[in-house]
């Protein structure tokens, strides 16, 4: 079956720490690849996307994100966090030639001063 | 930018009560979707449309139906509303699946109270 797993619910870093936060999927195929982030009380931002090509996909402030397909992984990585960058983010896969998205259950980053 | 607007942030609404959920996109994306989201349950599809007058089930449609007559707007409505619907309900548009750009963009919810 189609999934998307972040296997980490929660994760606390101090500001300007690195930061990666871990996306699995199983899918039969080459999927599409997002990454969204959701601060709170607003709607998803699109952070970046995989679809083919250079397997290091760079986004907006400042992450990025590297596409494995050996360990089926799109983990996204931020080299030094900002207080703002705490909230939610969602890994999502897209199914080629379909309409169908698979969201993860999402990982909330909380960020120390 | 996409600009995916939802006319309400806020609803609260009665148990058994009609309700509408009003979403606008101006990219002229073809396709249309509504996503609950319940905390440890991530985004769940309810509906989605891939043209006028043109819908799909998503993955939990019960207790909901949609209707798109214009291809800029798409409403949710719950027919009779349970408090197990409420939720934080997100609209989002894309252009057709294949292309580079048919990432999901999304409004800012509705975060619908049932009573």
């Known amino acids: 079956a189609q999934s998307v797993t972040q296997p980490d619910i929660h994760i606390t870093v101090s500001e300007g720490a690195s930061l990666e936060l871990r996306c699995n999927y199983s899918?039969?195929?080459?999927?599409?690849l997002f990454w969204y982030v959701q601060s709170p009380g607003q709607g998803l931002q699109l952070l970046l996307k995989y679809f083919s090509g250079d397997t290091l996909v760079q986004g907006i402030k400042g992450f990025e994100a590297e596409f494995k397909r050996s360990q089926s992984s799109f983990n996204l990585r931020k080299p030094s966090v900002h207080w703002s960058d705490a909230a939610e983010y969602f890994c999502?896969?897209?199914?080629?030639?379909?309409?169908?998205?698979?969201f993860g259950t999402g990982t909330r980053l909380k960020v120390l001063a | 930018d996409v600009k995916v607007t939802q006319s309400s942030r806020y609803l609260v609404k009665r148990t058994g009560e009609k309700v509408f959920l009003e979403c606008v996109q101006d990219?002229?994306?073809?396709?249309m979707f509504w996503y609950r989201q319940d905390p440890g349950l991530g985004l769940r599809l309810i509906y989605f449309?891939?043209?006028?007058?043109?819908?799909e089930k998503g993955d939990i449609p019960e207790g909901y139906s949609v209707s798109r007559e214009k291809k800029e707007r798409f409403s949710l409505i719950l027919e009779s509303a349970s408090t197990s619907q409420t939720s934080m309900y997100l609209c989002?548009?894309?252009?057709?699946?294949?292309?580079?750009?048919?990432?999901?963009?999304f409004g800012n919810g509705t975060r619908l109270t049932v009573t």
């Open positions: 989002a548009s894309s252009l057709p699946p294949g292309q580079e750009n048919s990432p999901l963009h």
């Open positions: 449309s891939y043209d006028v007058k043109m819908k």
């Open positions: 999502a896969v897209g199914a080629r030639g379909t309409y169908k998205y698979i």
């Open positions: 990219m002229d994306h073809e396709n």
């Open positions: 899918y039969g195929a080459t999927p599409y």
